[in-house]
């Protein structure tokens, strides 16, 4: 069972927009972190944003601020990520990540969504 699937990717012209979902199945989300990370042909995969348990507080990696928006609904056991404006460098895959911190803290990885930014 995979713990994080991700869909919602695909081919999308500049400017334009797409809206990713995580699904998570075999634990709750409602006790973790989670985050969505990228990773562009030849590149190390890098953050993109996060956002706390209870959704009352979310992070940007510069490059996407103001475009990104990061959202959770804890009761579909669902994590988004809508993006906005997007430009050729936003090219890459794009995996979700679920941390729970303390006590046996543990993360769980998607297997992660392409998405293509082109003309």
């Known amino acids: 069972q995979v713990p994080l699937v991700e869909s919602g990717g695909g081919l999308v012209q500049p400017g334009g927009s797409l809206r990713l979902s995580c699904a998570a199945s075999?634990?709750?989300?409602?006790?973790?972190?989670m985050s969505w990370y990228r990773q562009g042909p030849g590149k190390e995969r890098e953050f993109v944003a996060s956002i706390t348990i209870t959704g009352g507080s979310t992070t940007y990696a510069d490059s996407v601020k103001g475009r990104f928006t990061i959202s959770r609904d804890n009761r579909k056991n669902t994590v988004y990520l809508q993006m906005n404006s997007l430009k050729p460098d936003d090219t890459a895959v794009y995996y979700c990540?679920?941390?729970?911190?303390?006590?046996?803290?543990?993360?769980?990885w998607g297997q992660g969504t392409q998405v293509t930014v082109s003309s």
């Open positions: 990540k679920g941390l729970r911190i303390g006590v046996g803290a543990i993360s769980y």
């Open positions: 075999g634990f709750t989300i409602s006790s973790y972190t």
